[in-house]
């Protein structure tokens, strides 16, 4: 089992910054990519960003050069950096993470964070 805990959402202004953290715990040795989702109201979920535990990283183009998305092994820890903050940011972000098994792969989602950008 994997536990997720979030932080960092809150309101800011257009072209401000925040930093999302999302800690894991639990069977953390199995965790492969960890990576941000986000939804805002009547939209469909979309993937933000993801990064392998080897520092792949993948991107929505609308997030390119804006956000930037890192992990630590060693703390268990993914971060989502999000700089030049617009209002179609606001939604709420979930945290993932992918556990890898030589026979299973199972998918654990954060509580949520709402992150809101006013204009």
């Known amino acids: 089992q994997v536990h997720l805990v979030e932080s960092g959402g809150g309101l800011v202004q257009a072209g401000g910054s925040l930093r999302l953290s999302c800690a894991a715990s639990?069977?953390?040795?199995?965790?492969?990519?960890m990576g941000w989702y986000r939804q805002a109201p009547g939209k469909q979920r979309e993937l933000v960003a993801a990064?392998?535990?080897?520092?792949?990283?993948n991107y929505a183009d609308s997030v390119k050069g804006r956000f930037t998305i890192s992990r630590d092994n060693a703390k268990n820890t993914v971060y989502l950096q999000m700089n030049s903050l617009k209002a179609e940011d606001t939604a709420v972000y979930y945290c993932?993470?992918?556990?890898?098994?030589?026979?299973?792969?199972?998918?654990?989602w954060g509580q949520g964070t709402q992150v809101t950008v006013s204009s």
């Open positions: 993932h993470a992918d556990l890898v098994t030589g026979s299973s792969a199972v998918r654990y």
């Open positions: 639990g069977s953390t040795f199995s965790i492969n990519t």
């Open positions: 990064i392998t535990r080897g520092g792949s990283t």
